[in-house]
């Protein structure tokens, strides 16, 4: 069974940090590409950042281009986001999620993050 355990999500002011953690379990995690997506109030799911199975290719929305940093540990089955500089419009539901070509297609069950003063 496909499993997620996500943490690090919470309530952060305007250009503060947070790190995003997921540990997978139930599939050979170095051999599946990963993702982060986010589901934004009033405007749906939202792909926000890929890493391929060894890491060594990532990929991100536009939006959070040198701001956010995907990563993974593939001996601890384990894909961050760390998000740098954050915005109110990155406040948001994050999941991580299995992917191909960056389609989420297993998700985990969510962190609400937001950004406030």
């Known amino acids: 069974e496909v499993q997620f355990v996500e943490s690090g999500g919470g309530m952060v002011q305007p250009g503060g940090s947070l790190r995003l953690s997921c540990t997978a379990s139930?599939?050979?995690?170095?051999?599946?590409?990963m993702s982060w997506v986010r589901q934004v109030p009033e405007k749906g799911y939202e792909w926000v950042s890929g890493i391929h199975d060894g890491g060594s290719h990532t990929y991100y929305k536009d939006s959070v281009k040198g701001r956010f940093t995907i990563s993974r540990d593939n001996a601890q089955n384990i894909v961050y986001l760390q998000m740098n500089d954050l915005r109110p419009e990155d406040t948001a539901l994050y999941y991580c999620?299995?992917?191909?070509?960056?389609?989420?297609?297993?998700w985990g069950q969510g962190l609400q993050v937001t950004v406030s003063s």
């Open positions: 139930g599939f050979t995690f170095s051999s599946v590409e």
């Open positions: 999620a299995t992917s191909f070509y960056c389609v989420p297609v297993y």
